[in-house]
């Protein structure tokens, strides 16, 4: 019998075939993942533990590619010892060829366009001089104006790498969720770790914080009574969650089955929490304290009331997780049940997370099919739940304290120097927790639990991607930001419209068999762009959808 175990944390061996005496099989096997194998005498259960050696003939860690054809050898030596050796009767594809083709591609499109751009600009100005000459007294009559115009009433310019950061974010998930060329490390980690799919959503939420402070604050200089601004909060809340309830019955809608939450729902729920926050403890005028100390420190100081707020939030969520009983499972447990651990935490996915959202939404309107589900064979669990929107929350306040610096500091060195201070604490906390490894820290990196070393990893690099978008669009000129610019200023249409719309042609087909990485990538990111050149059209006529 072979055995075959996919690497993953503590999970047993399960069966892949079981081979006759003299005779040979041909097996297709998954190369997504590395694999080890174990060759037994004879056995019929599906799972055997790691520590079971018994009936053991060999082991070996075979390394796959794709498309590869290899031959199981088994011989048999005169000590009578078993030997066990894989060939190679067909060299595998370089998966990673048509990524590097794609790429390229790409940036020879994206150097095209940036030549094009220069030259009908060029063509354009010059145009403009031949066709419409004026005197060099009216010119300077229009400087003047001009000046003196701007001197009395200055225009605050719209920060572009506020967009652009929401832009990349958009544009990955869209990517990400048409399939990603099929690739593993652009997908979401099974369960413990950190991909390049778990760390748009977070991203997302966290630049929505980035902008809640800024339009706060520009309502409260406007008078705009905090009545009006909670029942703004509340009203754009509730569309975002109803939104994200109308997606969910795209998958079915009967109501004893359907999805509660969700992405849109999540935003919802921690959009008003935060919001409402702001709304009301931020203060209508604030004096610079005479105190060096406290005036370096004003964007946090200004927060102190929602930062204490916050802490009980994290604290509350880190009881429930670590001190909950939950039945049938250890406290503290962070697995995701299944056959992981010899099977005998199997209903415990999730722990306190996944027993408190089966306990309040009931099992049958929560995600039914998890990551985690086809390796562990674990039971239902949501990673857009409630009890994951407590850390949710502090993600969010985490991009307000962003936003707050924004707003109190003019000058882009300190704008800089704090958010890559940020960046700097939150990441280390983050190692700190997870221990720097993926497994066996306290508290491991998992965007399924939204664990307290999750929220804090992502947001430092989104502390880090603000700081070097803020520097290269809106202070040196050196990026347009395009073309995530402009998916960016629509972020929600985008999202909603490419959640309805990823089965239809023209963002979605197929031709052949879809089984190569080549064919994959073309469709995914045939489909990406298409959205992009959706939010260039909304961008050119003038369109921004505002909930």
Known sequence: MVLEDTFVFMCPYSRLTSIPPRQNRVLTVDTKHGTSWRLLLNGSMEFIQRQNRSSLICELEPSFGEFGVYDLVISGTESGDVLCSMTTAKEPVNIYLPLILCLMGLAIIWLLFLSGSSVTRKWLDYRRRIIEPTSGSQVASASDGKNVSQHQSPQRLRLKSLDTFRGISVVLMIFVNDGAGGYWFLEHATWNGLQLADLLFPWFMWIMGVCIPISVRSQLKRNVPRSTMFLAVLRRASILFLLGLVLNSLWGSRLETMRVFGVLQRFGLVYFVVAT???????????????????????????????????????????????????????????????????????????????????????????????????????????????GCLLSVFQVFLGVQAGTTL???????????????????????????????????WIPINKNLWSLSFVLATSCLAFFLLAACYVLIDVRGWWSGAPFFYPGMNATIMYVGHSVAFRMFPWHWSLGTMNTHFILLIESLWGTALWVLVGLWLHNIKFFLSL
């Open 277 to 387: 926050l702001c709304v009301f403890l931020t203060c209508r005028s604030y004096r610079t304290p005479k105190i060096p100390f406290l005036a370096a420190s004003q964007d946090i100081v200004v927060l102190l009331p929602q930062w204490i707020l916050m802490v009980g939030v994290v604290a509350g969520h880190l009881a429930l997780t670590f001190y909950l009983d939950v039945p049938g499972c250890p406290k503290g447990y962070l697995g995701p049940g299944g056959v992981q651990d010899k099977g005998q935490f199997k209903g415990c996915v999730g722990g306190a997370t996944g027993y408190l959202d089966r306990l309040i939404l009931g099992e049958n309107h929560i995600y039914q099919h998890p990551t985690a589900r086809k390796v562990y064979g674990s039971g239902p669990f949501d990673p857009e739940g409630l009890t």
């Open 407 to 441: 707003s109190f500091y003019s000058d882009w060195k300190g704008r800089v120097t704090r958010w890559s201070v940020w960046g700097a604490v939150v990441g280390i906390s983050a190692g700190i927790l997870c221990l720097a490894s993926k497994d066996e820290g």
